[in-house]
């Protein structure tokens, strides 16, 4: 009975990839205020997922190799830090990052920074 149990597992072929495959692990620090982000890029599911905050997003725009998301959280560091819409900009292939605050034309505050995949 016990050699019937295994017999069909090895009809089927095991799927190899799947979603490791497509995921991309990013690892992203600001140039002044030193702070970090970890995301995971699902390019399956046009997501990403920032993982210090546990939170998954839609992918707003994609061109080309640079992708633009936004979630809410805190920008800056220090007394003077506060909660609100941050806009992302990420460039996959080279790794810059453009980090806004409140909206996307606010160039007096943006942060700078660059980007590996772990």
């Known amino acids: 009975m016990k050699k019937l149990l295994f017999i069909p597992l090895l009809l089927f072929p095991f799927h190899r990839g799947g979603y490791s495959?497509?995921?991309?692990?990013?690892?992203?620090?600001?140039?002044?205020i030193q702070k970090k982000f970890s995301?995971?890029?699902i390019q399956k599911r046009?997501?990403?997922?920032?993982?210090?905050?546990?939170?998954?997003v839609l992918i707003k725009e994609k061109k080309s190799q640079v992708i633009h998301f936004n979630?809410?959280?805190?920008?800056?560091?220090?007394?003077d830090t506060i909660s609100s819409k941050l806009f992302f900009t990420?460039?996959?292939s080279t790794g810059e990052?453009?980090?806004?605050?409140?909206?996307?034309?606010?160039?007096e505050r943006e942060?700078?920074?660059?980007?590996y995949q772990k």
Do not use: M, P, S
């Open 71 to 79: 979630f809410y959280g805190d920008f800056g560091g220090g007394v």
């Open 111 to 115: 942060q700078r920074g660059k980007c």
């Open 39 to 41: 995301f995971f890029y």
């Open 21 to 32: 495959d497509e995921v991309v692990h990013l690892i992203c620090t600001t140039n002044i």
């Open 97 to 107: 990052l453009l980090l806004r605050k409140d909206f996307e034309n606010n160039k």
């Open 46 to 56: 046009n997501v990403v997922i920032w993982l210090e905050k546990a939170k998954e």
């Open 90 to 92: 990420l460039n996959i």
